[in-house]
């Protein structure tokens, strides 16, 4: 069984940068894909950004390309999202997921605020 604990939200200024930090316990991280999804109020769940075990593979949402970047150090079991260049439409509750598909497995973590505002 994995935990996933998000650290790392709270208020920024348009323009301005967070890193939200994804710690992993209970099982290596190394054996997931790992992904970050957002939730602003009153809009569904949105894929962000995602990688795969390796990490060698990486894909973000259109809304995040050039501004955002997904890494992971599996020697902390730790998965990052260095935030860069926020605007307010990036408020939100951000969740981290790690998943398998042999065998299938899919975790989520409680979520940061991350909040956008001047």
């Given at each position: 069984q994995l935990?996933?604990?998000?650290?790392?939200?709270?208020?920024?200024?348009?323009?301005?940068?967070?890193?939200?930090?994804?710690?992993?316990?209970?099982?290596?991280?190394?054996?997931?894909a790992v992904a970050w999804f957002r939730q602003a109020p009153g809009k569904e769940r949105e894929g962000v950004s995602?990688?795969?075990?390796?990490?060698?593979?990486?894909?973000?949402?259109?809304?995040?390309?050039?501004?955002?970047?997904?890494?992971?150090?599996?020697?902390?079991?730790?998965?990052?999202?260095?935030?860069?260049?926020l605007k307010p439409e990036d408020t939100a509750v951000y969740y981290c997921n790690a998943n398998s598909a042999y065998p299938w497995a899919n975790y989520w973590g409680q979520g940061t605020q991350v909040t956008v505002s001047s």
């Open positions: 935990q996933l604990v998000e650290s790392g939200g709270g208020l920024v200024q348009p323009g301005g940068s967070l890193r939200l930090s994804c710690a992993a316990a209970g099982s290596s991280l190394d054996r997931y995602c990688a795969t075990t390796r990490s060698d593979v990486t894909n973000y949402a259109d809304s995040v390309k050039g501004r955002f970047t997904i890494s992971r150090d599996n020697a902390k079991n730790t998965v990052y999202l260095q935030m860069n260049s």
